[in-house]
């Protein structure tokens, strides 16, 4: 499974970082204006650390637009996946960019027939925003599950990637249910590394290890 986090904040991504198991960085305009940076600068300053993918959503209106916006992008970066929001005009710009071979993932996707057609049109991923669908009474677990079901049964090799996540268990329960990737905030992928059980485990074993250091000097 691949594992991204979503932000574009340096300090945050040099600290994922450390933990070696980062396939890349995710953004999209709301993310880049939180930083209030030029995006090319932190998107090349985002290269700079990350060992593996970086994501960058285009704003263009138009196909012709979107496929000249997403190349001046990708040739910033070491592996670009240019992110395009569903709809017609991605539709023929993912095409395009696929056949010149930059990956391409279509974004705010909220159905099976929105991810059928990403996959035809050569999206290397697709992003069903889990958290959004639960906010409007709908199950973004239960979507992930049927486009990662009907992509299997139809041999399709676009992934799914699990976005809007929220919380540990959105990471499990979309794991389980088939998705490849899956992209979630820094302070996700934190409360996935940390229990409480691992804590109080950890300071028993040290204080064991401690007192049998003393019981070796005690007894030689
Ligand atoms: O980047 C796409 C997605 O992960 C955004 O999530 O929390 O804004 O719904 P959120």
Redesign the pocket.
Known sequence: MEIYI?TADLTEIKQAMTLSILDGV?T?P?ILLKQGVSYKERLAEINEIVDGKVWYQVVSDNSMEMVKEAQEVAALLSQPVIKLPMGAESLKASKILSDQGIETNM?LVFSVAQAILSAKAGASYV?P?V??INDIGWSGHQLIKDIAQMYSIQGFQTKVIG??LRGTQDIVSIAELGAKAA?MPFKVLMQMLHHPMSDIGLIQFREDWKAYQAQLIENF
Request: glycine content about 8%; hydrophobic content about 10%; charged content about 15%.
């Open positions: 979503d995710t999209n709301s974004t992003s925003y958290g959004r976005a809007s992209t």
